[in-house]
């Protein structure tokens, strides 16, 4: 059970940086505002693109094999 939520955590956590420059540099790359597009990148990357990736990642990181309990820890005792 810990090991699902510490490997949810850390997947939340890599996620969230990881889908946050991602998503900067994307949003940089692509918009069509000349404004203030810099703003614009930052804002979208950590507040929407970060969050959401974070929530995948943290999802991923408890579902997936990595942050199973292992096999010996549902033995029966006698």
Do not use: W
């Not at 790359?29 to 614009?40: G, L, R, Y």
């Amino acid at each position: 059970m810990f090991r699902r939520i510490g490997f949810g955590c850390l997947g939340a956590i890599v996620f969230y940086f990881v889908g946050a420059i991602g998503g900067g540099v994307l949003i940089s790359i692509f918009s069509s505002n000349t404004h203030d597009k810099s703003v614009e990148a930052a804002m979208t990357g950590g507040l929407v693109i970060g969050p959401i990736a974070a929530l995948l990642g943290g999802i991923l990181g408890a579902v997936l094999p990595g942050g199973a309990e292992r096999p010996s820890d549902h033995r029966q005792k006698t």
